[in-house]
DNA sequence: AATGAATGAGGGTTCATTCAT
DNA sequence: AATGAATGAACCCTCATTCAT
């Protein structure tokens, strides 16, 4: 064979996102896993080098993929020209397209990524993520820059924005509803963001 | 002796709360927590029936008070009036004295509670808060219920909500500094939900 | 109790000597040195944080002795005058004198801080005796340097001085035999040294 | 193919000799014995019945050549005569020939039988070879019998004879510095064992 | 001849809890 | 009220070997 049984593979593979997801990779039990994939401790190590080894054949793509992101975002189109929109039926429908063009489809496993890497070499990325959205929300925030703006407001609001983020993916798997339920989540937060700026009627 | 020393028990409390605070429940060392205390494994015994009961004893008073709240928080005098006012400056003030009005003070163990349950009786604490935020956001919308409204997202920002208001107990402990950002995340999510009802202009 | 019950503390050391001897420090078993010293494996964790510490606390003593040694050999009034002695009658009584005088009781320890330390943070130890004592015999062959003597014999010599001094330590306990031992082996080397060097007659 | 391949064969045997010599056949590695050698673990065991089985196959030679060595040393032509020359340069060029012409070529093998053996049924070859050794310092001690001769030393004197012997065949390949410094090793035994028997002036 | 998946005992270590003193 | 020794299950990982293909 010149393959390893992709069957059990993929069972472990499947049991370890699980058990990963639910209780986080410190916490998870690796002969859970195991037993969980119907195979045995010894043949755990045929596939993989280690309880962190298989952590990460979970989370690299999507690990690649989130570092594309932090390092390309600002080259991103973004459409300023929302700000402009005083109909939020207009926006919608031109938040849904972004999302459509730009959000590429997230798995389980950037969840996994965000909340359950503690204990991994992954374990700062929920932190870069959180420190690039503070940013971005402190520039916004900068550009209507009120005396009465607290800027520790970009990070709660980052927070938050990751918080619902990972909700949605871990509870709603079904693509159109999923983007229906990223763009108003978007719309939330651009709304909401008008609260600090102050002034308007 | 036959009365416990209040001071050791205070020790052992206060170490208990930064471990449990710093590691979660279920991650948090006894050992170290007894140590930090400067006392013995066999005292500690003397004064908790186990790991769980230092939890408990920290947790329980805010989860009465969280309960109390639960069962009763359809009785607070919400401003509703507030949807009527179209001008945030003048939410912001409104705002700010209904949350000095009847936002009790937050306690650390009140994020214990919420935050680090995990692996105790509590641990339904957080699910049960996000319910009641959700139905309570339910009704919100339903107020203004038009077709193309998303129920899902009650929940949604049931989610963030909490994380946002978590984090404000986590990081802010001034008193006003803290009241001020409980005010801007409570004006967000209130502007922000106008972003699900659609028109408004 | 403040102090921990010595008996368990020497039964665990002593077990973890017979052990560590008999299969060296890398492949000695934790799990049989606690089941011989008649406690459980978590107890050893009270004595001991660890397998490389229960080693440590074995040959922690003898390493100091040892580095003082290398540290201060130099200045050990080496009775270099030996070398015109022509009796070796002589030269066994001045030897036994001096070892008296200069060489420290050795235990199991040392036996086991040199070969034993495999594995450990002494794994260097063997070589740097080996190598002071190479110098040593080098500086002697210098002395008296002809043309034909090989200074890799140094080394060589330096390895056998090793290996015999250790088999004595490990199998002759009783002091006077010890000594006597000890002085013989001296007295080999010096007197099996002269070969090196070529002429005498 | 009915015939098994030399080829692997002979990889394996390579492999496992590095492997063993570094790290004793107990310590030592057969997946990492097998990666080296280019096949896999299954293959091995077309081969080789065992870890032990391979470590026989690489010995098996020079332990037979070992027990012809010690049921037949007696019957060596020993140059007693040695004895009756007072010339250190004189016997060194005798004991070269002598060398020469007796001591078989030894191999990275041999060294593999007296040293890595533990754990596997030649574990006792080194032992049988120091006691051989020890009776033949013995006998010649006995020669010389005075009174304040130490017994003991012969064992001493054997082990010390072994390391060298086998510290020179590990680092020294070329056979004419190999035969050199084997001659000063024997000289440096012979010349050695006199400061046992006392009285030379 | 060759492959590598499967097995399970054993390795060192951590942990909350019990109990005799 | 206080001490800390004792317990044993569970943690991740390594290993030589077996076996179906």
Redesign the pocket.
Same mark, same amino acid.
């Given at each position: 064979?010149? %393959?390893?049984?992709e069957?059990?593979r993929m069972a472990l593979l499947d049991a370890a996102e699980k058990e990963f997801l639910d209780k986080g990779f410190k916490n998870?039990?690796?002969?859970?896993i195991i037993k969980a994939a119907g195979?045995? %401790?010894?043949?755990?190590?045929?596939?993989f080098?280690?309880?962190?080894?298989i952590y990460e054949a979970l989370v690299e793509g999507e690990y690649n993929k989130f570092v594309y992101f932090i390092e390309h975002h600002d080259e991103i189109n973004r459409p300023d020209y929302l700000w402009e929109i005083a109909n939020v039926r207009k926006w919608r429908s031109v938040m849904f397209e972004f999302i459509e063009a730009y959000i590429p489809p997230f798995s389980n496993r950037f969840v996994l990524l965000i909340e359950g890497s503690e204990g991994t070499r992954f374990e700062k990325t929920r932190d870069i993520l959180l420190q690039v959205l503070t940013e971005h929300f402190l520039s916004h925030m900068e550009e209507f820059g009120h005396s009465h703006v607290h800027p520790e407001m970009a990070e709660i609001i980052a927070i938050q924005f990751i918080e619902g983020f990972l909700f949605i993916l871990k509870n709603y798997k079904e693509e159109t509803i999923r983007k229906k339920l990223i763009t108003e989540h978007f719309l939330f937060h651009i709304i909401g963001s008008m609260s600090l700026i102050g002034d308007f009627k």
């Open positions: 064979m010149q %393959i390893k049984k069957e059990v998870a039990s690796l002969r859970k195979t045995t %401790i010894g043949n755990f190590y045929n596939y080098d280690s309880k962190e080894a």
